[in-house]
């Protein structure tokens, strides 16, 4: 069915207008005033709302296998929480452990992903180790549609790869022109300040920070701009979470390396102080890189509002707290990592973000849908709206009021990290290429009509 979008005040990372959108075979074909209504069209009308493209998250897991336990959410579960946030496509970490053959994981992930999804997907591939197949495989993966790579600075012994690993998988990421993204933490460090306050009998969550510090991470940024520099690759640093970490990166690209920047939406409105809650609550927001002291969340947002920082995502790896966090009561070492933000990205982003006045519109969808799909090979077929890209639209009511609470999440998770948070703005309908997938906080949408996203390598 043909849609018709009337009277939306449509917003860009450039533009803003009001016109009327017509979408026709899954995409946008016309943008003008005063479209008329063929017969049989749906017609949306967005009269007092904004018209967004499609936001895109950059940073999820879905499938993940982590600390002998698996990640909740299914993508059907997470498809619908993210469309439930106008988030209509999603970027997923494939994340094969060290012995595990890079084609059969991307065969896995791919297999979990067609069929089940409701939003559009594609992947970055993880690289956890290097030999002559890992190259062969990874070469081939490239020809079957992913242009980006991702590598691990930390976990040593499960994804962490060595610097010798490090130089050879960047060098094969220039060659083939795809771009990494890189976990930035010093592995060896970590490992040592765990050791330590474990022997202290300092065994609770509280202490998880304190076993990676800002100071950790920014060499861990410090180290990768060192060989990207030397081997002039495309780097991409997931989830910073520091201003020292940042400062790094400034320093890397000043340097002329070619980065760029992530940070999440966990660490625009959450700090510490909520790792170090009482009774082991303190679990439900172990993650890594940890929450960071508060003072970090006014020099993130400003890095996003001023270019520094391009693109906001969740790093979405939902476990329970009542069960799976429970693995690490006796030693945070063993606490799943992860916090659950797939669905409520785009509302506490805009809320935080926009209502505050500390960003514009304009910067807003440029950090949550146009840099990552500029990044990631997607292009103008995403990211924009324009006549040819997708009809991937989200009509957003700036006039909603509620509260972010578990009960009425669809993520696949006993808890909410924002629980209680009010909002300013929620989706009012958000579409993926044309068709309605959801409507006032609920999915209407088809299970299965995700597309895999293949992108060609490049494209910088």
């Given at each position: 069915m043909a849609l018709l979008i009337k009277n939306g005040d449509i917003i860009t990372a450039s533009e803003r207008y009001t016109a009327d959108i017509w979408c026709e075979n899954e995409t946008i074909t016309r943008i003008d005033r005063n479209i008329p209504a063929p017969p049989g069209a749906e017609v949306i009308d967005a009269k007092g709302k904004f018209v967004f493209p499609g936001f895109i998250d950059p940073h999820v897991h879905i499938h993940l296998p982590f600390m002998g336990t698996f990640a909740k959410d299914t993508h059907e579960t997470a498809s619908k929480a993210a469309l439930l946030g106008g988030t209509t496509t999603f970027i997923e970490m494939i994340c094969p452990a060290r012995n595990d053959g890079p084609m059969e994981s991307f065969e896995l992930w791919l297999g979990k992903a067609q069929g089940q999804s409701a939003c559009d997907f594609t992947f970055h591939m993880g690289v956890a180790r290097y030999d002559e197949r890992v190259e062969k495989e990874m070469t081939e993966i490239v020809k079957r549609g992913l242009s980006s790579f991702k590598i691990f600075l930390a976990y040593k012994g499960a994804f962490g790869v060595s610097d010798e690993e490090l130089y050879s998988i960047l060098r094969l990421a220039k060659k083939l022109g795809v771009?990494?993204?890189?976990?930035?933490?010093?592995?060896?460090?970590?490992?040592?300040?765990?050791?330590?306050?474990?022997?202290?009998?300092?065994?609770?969550?509280?202490?998880?920070?304190?076993s990676r510090p800002p100071l950790v991470e920014a060499e861990g940024?410090?180290?990768?701009?060192?060989?990207?520099?030397?081997?002039?690759?495309?780097?991409?640093?997931?989830?910073?979470?520091?201003?020292?970490?940042?400062?790094?990166?400034?320093?890397?690209?000043?340097?002329?390396?070619?980065?760029?920047?992530?940070?999440?939406i966990q660490y625009l409105v959450t700090d510490k102080t909520f790792a170090e809650r009482p009774g082991f609550e303190g679990a439900k927001f172990v993650m890594s890189p940890p929450l960071r002291d508060r003072r970090n969340q006014e020099i993130l947002l400003n890095g996003l509002r001023d270019g520094l920082v391009s693109t906001l995502a969740t790093d979405h790896a939902p476990f329970d707290f009542a069960t799976q966090k429970q693995m690490g009561l006796k030693d945070f070492t063993k606490i799943p990592n992860g916090i659950p933000s797939l669905e409520d990205r785009i509302n506490v982003f805009y809320t935080c973000g926009v209502t505050r006045g500390r960003l514009d519109l304009h910067r807003f969808v440029d950090t949550?849908?146009?840099?990552?799909?500029?990044?990631?090979?997607?292009?103008?077929?995403?990211?924009?709206?324009?006549?040819?890209?997708?009809?991937?639209?989200?009509?957003?009511?700036?006039?909603?009021?509620?509260t972010i609470s578990v009960k009425t999440q669809a993520m696949n998770v006993d808890y909410n990290p924002f629980e209680g948070m009010a909002i300013k703005g929620r989706p009012s309908v958000v579409t993926v290429r044309g068709q309605v997938a959801a409507r006032d906080g609920k999915f209407v949408g088809r299970i299965g009509r995700g597309q895999f996203l293949q992108r060609e390598p490049g494209h910088f």
């Open positions: 771009i990494t993204t890189a976990h930035c933490e010093n592995a060896d460090l970590v490992l040592e300040l765990q050791k330590r306050l474990l022997g202290e009998g300092k065994t609770g969550p509280e202490w998880h920070h304190e940024v410090h180290h990768l701009m060192t060989f990207a520099k030397l081997l002039d690759a495309h780097m991409y640093i997931v989830h910073t979470s520091c201003e020292e970490a940042l400062a790094e990166a400034v320093r890397g690209k000043m340097a002329g390396v070619n980065v760029w920047v992530e940070t999440l949550a849908s146009t840099q990552a799909a500029k990044l990631f090979g997607l292009f103008p077929r995403k990211g924009t709206i324009q006549p040819g890209s997708d009809a991937d639209l989200v009509v957003y009511d700036p006039n909603y009021r509620g």
